[in-house]
Each structure stands twice: as C-alpha cells, then as structure tokens.
C-alpha cells in the first residue's frame, strides 16, 4: 500500500499473527499499554483494524521490512473512536514497533509516509496521536515529526480508573497548514 526506502505499510495478513502476538506479550512493548495482550486481545486488535480500514479505507497498517520481508510492527492512521475524548472523530496517527527493531528509524519513517498519505488521500485538517506522559520515546517521535502538543486536549483515558498510572493521556498534533 505505501512503500518507503525501508519499508512497505500495508493491510495484514495471517501470517503477520505470529509475530503480533509475539510483539504484543512483550513487557517492554506494552509497557504504557497496559501491559502484555493475550493472543485472543491481539486477535482482537487487529480485528479493529481490519474493521477500520474497510469502514475508513484506512488503518494501522503492518509494517514489513522490504530487505528481507519481517514484520516489524504497526504504523498508520485511524479514526480515534474512544467515546467522550476530545479526539473523538479526529485521525490518529499510531505505531508500534518490535523491541529489538527500535532505535532504527522505522517508527519515524513509517509515520512520516503515514502522514503524506493521510495529507494527500483525507480530508482532516490535522492528525493527532496520543501517548502517557511515561513515554517519553512516543512523544519524542511526535515532536521529531513536527507534531506539537496540546494540552487543553490532554484527557483521561476511559479504558483506564482514574488512578491508574495509564489513565492520563497526552495529545500531540500536526495541522495540515503546518505540516513539514
């Protein structure tokens, strides 16, 4: 679906189930996600995606390695469907990458491609994406791809109590007049 030097993002298959449950019951990975998913959570997930790209035509895409075909994780653009947010509606950008395949610039060139794709192909006036105030890494590559925060959209998370160190939600975005 979209191709980059490095990578292809494109809809999943069943062989990428594997390799998604693996990525999603490793601790570091779902660390400011709630913890590890089983693999009927993570079956779940990307029934969610596959619903959202045949309602939207768009998704969190998985993300392969174009050298050598591995799955690396997911990266794309959603309708952000969580009830009562501020984002409610809007399109959000995400990722989620394996452990051992961070720190290569995946993350970062899968959401830029992302995001010249949302740009060119929807109507939204911006992209949001969301992260805890713990994950400095997220938020990092947020600001890295030009996306600003704000605050005033900042929320508790409803999947979350209130006390639980998850609950409070970040919320960075890029306008399309501000794009880089």
């Given at each position: ?67 050598d075909g591995t799955f690396l994780g997911f990266c ?105």
């Amino acid at each position: 679906m979209i191709e980059t030097p490095r990578l292809l993002l494109r809809l999943w298959r069943d062989e990428d189930r594997e390799p998604f449950y693996a990525m999603s019951q490793s601790p570091a990975v779902m660390a400011h996600l709630g913890g590890p998913a089983s693999d009927e959570e993570a079956d779940a997930g990307i029934a969610r995606v596959r619903a959202c790209y045949e309602r939207y035509g768009h998704c969190f895409w998985a993300v392969e390695r174009k050298a050598d075909g591995t799955f690396l994780g997911f990266c794309g653009l959603k309708v952000a469907i969580d009830p009562g947010t501020p984002i409610e509606g809007e399109v959000e950008a995400g990722w989620r990458f394996r452990e051992d395949v961070w720190g290569q610039g995946y993350a970062r060139e899968a959401a830029t491609a992302s995001f010249e794709w949302g740009w060119a192909n929807l109507d939204a006036s911006r992209i949001v994406a969301i992260t805890v105030p713990a994950n400095t890494k997220s938020w990092g590559l947020m600001e890295r791809l030009g996306m600003r925060r704000r605050p005033e959209l900042d929320f508790g998370h409803p999947n979350f109590a209130p006390d639980h160190p998850l609950h409070w939600h970040m919320v960075y975005a890029i306008d399309r007049t501000c794009r880089t």
